[in-house]
Nanobody, 122 residues
Framework: QVHLVESGGGLVQTGGSLRLSCVASGTVFIIYAMGWYRQAPGKQRELVASITINGTTTYGDSVKGRFTISRDNGKNTIHLQMNSLKPDDTAVYYC????????????????WGQGTRVTVST
């Protein structure tokens, strides 16, 4: 059972920065990709950013140029540096795993953390 623990959320003013971290423990496989999703009240969960084991990144359109995802494969840890935060970034941010590499192939291996709340005030 993989356990994901997020940290770094909090309250920040518009234009400020936060750095989220997520540590995955209990994994017995190499995690193919890890990422961040967010869910604001009354809205669907959406992709913020993801990163594969090879370092390929994907960003949601609304955060491109402001957020940066990074990964420490050796520690099964990802970070999300969030700059120029806006009130629209207010949400609960969830860490997830997307697949594992087994015998050279990607297999399902999807887990979610409990989330960390980010609030951006005006």
């Amino acid at each position: 059972q993989v356990h994901l623990v997020e940290s770094g959320g909090g309250l920040v003013q518009t234009g400020g920065s936060l750095r989220l971290s997520c540590v995955a423990s209990g994994t017995v496989f190499i995690i193919y990709a890890m990422g961040w999703y967010r869910q604001a009240p009354g809205k669907q969960r959406e992709l913020v950013a993801s990163i594969t084991i090879n370092g390929t990144t994907t960003y949601g359109d609304s955060v491109k140029g402001r957020f940066t995802i990074s990964r420490d494969n050796g520690k099964n840890t990802i970070h999300l540096q969030m700059n120029s935060l806006k009130p629209d970034d207010t949400a609960v941010y969830y860490c997830n795993t997307d697949g594992a590499v087994v015998a050279g192939a990607k297999v399902p291996y999807d887990y979610w953390g409990q989330g960390t709340r980010v609030t951006v005030s005006t």
